[in-house]
């Protein structure tokens, strides 16, 4: 397993759980609200400034202004995470493609922007990473359900709580 994809990467850094699941391909609730507001946000937003690439059909990156790698999030909320995830895409593109960008995450909702840059102090934090979560993904079977915040909005939360009241 040679690349992570950015969307389990990002997932993992939530839940380790949702990343196995994501990973062995098993589907989540695509009718669900969060993910089709999110599809919305990232649609509508800065439709002008923005260009949509694939790289190995594998990966879907935007320029922004066709010179900064931009990600589109709905909220600033999780931000650490969106970082985390821009840089991972950063990082991909210099090590495999030997393509080097600056990042920028766009809240349009917020009307807010911030810069990301692949430091080497970010390069070590997800090599880190990956090394800890290929064998979780790797494995047979999901690491068990944690219950957490995020699991309210999860689309997995009826595969994980099926038959809980709260959650
Ligand atoms: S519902 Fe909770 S435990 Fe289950 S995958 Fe989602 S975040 Fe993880």
Known sequence: MK?????????YLTCPREAWM???????DQDHEYLALGRLVHETSYQRSRKEIFVDQLL???????ELLAE???????IEAARLQLAYYLYYLKHEKGLEFE??????????TEKVQLTPELEEKIELLLDEMRPLLM???????KRIKYCR?????EYCWAGETEI
């Open 3 to 11: 690349f992570i994809s950015p969307y389990i990467f990002q997932a």
């Open 153 to 157: 909005s999860c689309s997995f939360r």
């Open 72 to 78: 589109v999030k709905k909220s600033s909320r999780h």
């Open 139 to 145: 494995a047979d079977k999901p690491p068990p359900a």
């Open 60 to 66: 879907k990156i935007d320029l922004f202004r066709g």
């Open 103 to 112: 990042g920028i995450l766009l809240f349009p909702k917020e009307r807010k």
């Open 22 to 28: 994501l990973y062995h391909s098993i589907s989540s």
